[in-house]
Each structure stands twice: as structure tokens, then as C-alpha cells.
């Protein structure tokens, strides 16, 4: 089991670099299911999740190219020949980002078998909404033996309007609208970056849609999409987290290929904790701290608000400033799985419900710890990064479901990080390694 050792207590120093953004490429990905043309995505992060959707989609008959090479981080998917339109639960049951199949493979086949995704660490994660909003627009859908099956001659366009605000239930209606008959309206739509990356790559496809990015989205079916090519997004998410950690350890660190637009809400909660931060580029931000933190509340919202997926991260900065604060996490109901563990090493952490109050400033200490899933691992990351003493990170696969390489990354800063076990790589083999 992977595990990482960390040493706290040295500042991260120069300049680090994010990836392409997963919950981009993800959708992406399943995008080329539309088409019987290639579809080439760039900037590809180098983690877990693309190997497993990359099997997912050869599973069903695609074929998939997928290189990390110097000048790549790239694939190349062929969905020509589609054999069997069926997302199995073997699969499914490690990522439930894999119900993004649905909405494309009924949109091309008129046919889709795929495992009801389970739960997950961070709660029930229900697709009851992808599922009527795709009976809305023609599909008969039967769910039985933990599959759902759906059949449509041609989906037909329909008045969509979500009853909550849903990123891959946006992104899967969005695929199976492009090729549908008619027009289709969507409202209450995510306004989720990823969103809008996805719409970009369909609009190359030749897809006809306006108001991505926005609650509003209107789709003009067509009866069939080319091939494109098309560069992933970075990840907003991981370089929220790479600036948190230029703040935790007091720092100054350039987070560099990333797109500051997409990190307005969590730069200005880091400048009200105290961090000075100067937007370098269009692509580039700089991050100091001499300490002397300050406490302030966050509330997770969907875009363009704080976002859930930096909570984690951001509890780990609340734990060294100084006051009292409140974090309420509005989109999951169970995602404060870091809470105990951050606890285990000092924290001062009350939960009541979906609301945790952070008292601090308190000193960490070392210890080892479990992860539960993606963003829980990554706030222990930060945690131990200024803990007194060597933490022990046990079950770091979460990590790199979501994060490339991440040690590396934080070593070539400053960051006394190494790796315990076997390292994902792009060749799907594992090799031992002590780095
Ligand atoms: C996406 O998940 C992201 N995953 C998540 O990132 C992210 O946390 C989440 O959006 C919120 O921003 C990908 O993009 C692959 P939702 P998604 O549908 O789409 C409820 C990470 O860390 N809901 O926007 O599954 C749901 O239970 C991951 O990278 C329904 O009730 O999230 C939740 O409470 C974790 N019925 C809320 O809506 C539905 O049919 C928002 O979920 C769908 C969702």
C-alpha cells in the first residue's frame, strides 16, 4: 500500500507547475464517444482516474492512445467501432465519474448499460437527476441487478431544468443534447469551468451550443460530430491546492501553467487569511506568507463560489491562523473525513453536522495517518507539510487519482516528501520505490 513520509516544517521555494485539469479531461474523454472520427486531447493529467476512464472506453470497443511523453500528456480515442456500449460495474465501482458515458453512448448507440456508480467517501452521489432528465428527452430508462439500461431511437430535445445544480449531470445531458433532435434548453446548468471546456471540445465536434458557463444553456441537435483536437484546461483545483501550500509553509511559491479567472474565490479567501498574492499572468501566480494568519469562514458553493473541493485543503490553512472559523460544506454531506485525522495531529476541530469550527492557531505534530479520499489526502499533504516531526500518509492511492506526480512536484520546491511503495505511472506498471 502506497504510502508517504513527510517531514514538516521547511517553506516551499520557486516555482511549480499544475497539470491538465481530470474533471476535464474526464468528460472530454467521453466526449469522443460522439464521433466515429479521432478525437486528440492535450495537456492529459497523468493520474489514476484517465488510466481508468482509458479502460473504460477500450472496454466498450474504443480504441485509446495514451502518452505522457516529455512533449505529450496527450490521447487520442477512436470510437469507431463500438462494440459493446456497456460501462461494467468492475470498472464503475472505482470511479463513478464514469456515469459520464451514459448521456454519449445512448446520444451515438441508442443504447447504454452502465453499473449504478455507488457511493462514495463523500457521500451518496445519486444520478437521479442525469437519469430524468435523459427519460425527458425520449430515453427509457430500467434499472435492475445494479445496471441501469437505456434505449432511445433518438433522443429528442426538451426543456431541461435541474432541481439542483449538478457538474457531470450538466456535462452527461449536454453530450446527449448535441446529437439529439431539436433544440434543447437547459436551465440551472453547472457553471463549472470543466463545463466549459467540455462545451469548447463539442463545438470543435460541431456541435451548435450557447451558454456554456452559464445557468442557461441552449443546444441545436445535428445529426452527426467530427473529430478534434483539443488542450485540457488547467487544474483550478490543484493549483488552489499548490497555493495553499505556498501560504501553510510560509512560503513564496509561482504556481505556474495554471488560470488565475479560475481561482477568483479561493485567492480572495487567501488574502483575507493574510497571504499576499500577485497574479504574475495569465497563466502565473506568486504566492507569500510570513505567517501571522488570520481565521475567516468559508461556505462551499458551486461555481464561481469557494469551491467543495478545496475545503479539505483550505481546513488545513485554518488550523495555523490565528481565531476562530467556520467552514460549512454545502454540497456533500459527508466530507470531513480529514476532520479526525487533522485532529490526530493537534488541530482544534469542532463538527457540528455539514459545519466544522477550527480554532487555531495550534501547532501540528507529526503522525501517521490515513486518507479517504482525493481532497481529504491532500489537506493531511498540507498538514504535514508544517507538522513538528515525520507523518506517515497511509493509502496515498486516493492522491493519485488526482494529482500527478504530486511528490515530485513538492520536492522540487523545498518539500521533504518521498514515496513509500509503488508509483502510478503511465506505463500501468508499478514499480517499488523509496524517492
Ligand atoms: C463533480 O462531481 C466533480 N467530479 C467533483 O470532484 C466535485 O466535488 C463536484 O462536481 C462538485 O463540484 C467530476 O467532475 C468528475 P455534482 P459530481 O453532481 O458531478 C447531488 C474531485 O474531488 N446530486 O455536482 O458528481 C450530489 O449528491 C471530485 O475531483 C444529486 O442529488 O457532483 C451533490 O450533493 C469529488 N443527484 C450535489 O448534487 C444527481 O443526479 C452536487 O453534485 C447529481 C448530483
Not at 21 to 40: F, H, Q, R, W
Not at 277 to 295: A, C, K, M, P, Q
Request: glycine share 8%; charged share 25%.
Amino acid at each position: 500500500m502506497d504510502k508517504f513520509v513527510i517531514r514538516g516544517g521547511n517553506p516551499l521555494l520557486g516555482t511549480i507547475r499544475v497539470s491538465g485539469a481530470k474533471n476535464s479531461a474526464l468528460p472530454c474523454m467521453a466526449a469522443a464517444i460522439l464521433t466515429d472520427d479521432e478525437v486528440i486531447l492535450e495537456n492529459i493529467p497523468q493520474v489514476r482516474d484517465i488510466e481508468t476512464q482509458r479502460k473504460l472506453l477500450v472496454s466498450m470497443g474504443a480504441e485509446v492512445e495514451l502518452g505522457y511523453g516529455r512533449a505529450q500528456h496527450r490521447t487520442t480515442i477512436s470510437c469507431r467501432l463500438l462494440s459493446d456500449p456497456v460501462a461494467k460495474y468492475e470498472i464503475v465501482k472505482t470511479m463513478r465519474a464514469s456515469s459520464l458515458v451514459l448521456g454519449p453512448l445512448i446520444a451515438r448507440t441508442g443504447l447504454a448499460r452502465v453499473a449504478m456508480p455507488g457511493g462514495c467517501a463523500i457521500g451518496g452521489r445519486p444520478i437521479d437527476l442525469h437519469i430524468k432528465a435523459l427519460e425527458q428527452m425520449g430515453a427509457i430508462i430500467v434499472q435492475q441487478h445494479g445496471y441501469l439500461e437505456a434505449r432511445a431511437q433518438r433522443l429528442k430535445g426538451a426543456h431541461l431544468i435541474f432541481d439542483k445544480i449538478t457538474v457531470t449531470g450538466t456535462e452527461d445531458l449536454l453530450m446527449a443534447a448535441v446529437l439529439a433532435e431539436g433544440d434543447t434548453l437547459m436551465e440551472n446548468c453547472a457553471r463549472e469551468p470543466e463545463v466549459t471546456d467540455l462545451a469548447t471540445l463539442l463545438v470543435a465536434m460541431g456541435a451548435r451550443i450557447e451558454g456554456a458557463g452559464t445557468s442557461t444553456i441552449r443546444v441545436k441537435g445535428v445529426e452527426t460530430l467530427h473529430g478534434a483536437r483539443h488542450r485540457i484546461n488547467p487544474d483550478r483545483i490543484e493549483a488552489g491546492t499548490f497555493l495553499v501550500a505556498g501560504v501553510i509553509t510560509g512560503g513564496d511559491l509561482c504556481v505556474a501553467n495554471c488560470n488565475p479567472a479560475h481561482l477568483s474565490s479561493v485567492i480572495d479567501k487567501l488574502e483575507e487569511c493574510g497571504a499576499r498574492i500577485d497574479t504574475l499572468s495569465e497563466d502565473s501566480i506568486r504566492v507569500r506568507s510570513e505567517g501571522n494568519l488570520r481565521s475567516a469562514d468559508i461556505s462551499t458553493e458551486e461555481y464561481p463560489g469557494f469551491p467543495t473541493d478545496m475545503q479539505a485543503q483550505y481546513m488545513a490553512l485554518l488550523t495555523q491562523a490565528e481565531g476562530s472559523s467556520v467552514v460549512k460544506e454545502n454540497i456533500f454531506e459527508n466530507r470531513f473525513m480529514h476532520v479526525q485525522e487533522l485532529v490526530r495531529m493537534g488541530a482544534n476541530i469542532k463538527l457540528d453536522g455539514r459545519t466544522a469550527t477550527v480554532r487555531g492557531k495550534t501547532p501540528l505534530s507529526a503522525a501517521a495517518v490515513m486518507c479517504s479520499d482525493l481532497r481529504a489526502s491532500a489537506s493531511l499533504v498540507l498538514a504535514a507539510l508544517v507538522a513538528d516531526g515525520e507523518s506517515i500518509l497511509d493509502r496515498v492511492y486516493h492522491m493519485d487519482r488526482g494529482y500527478e506526480r504530486i511528490e515530485e512536484k513538492l520536492r522540487g520546491v523545498g518539500a521533504q516528501i518521498r514515496r513509500m511503495g509503488n508509483v502510478f505511472n503511465s506505463r500501468r506498471e508499478t514499480v517499488e520505490v523509496e524517492n
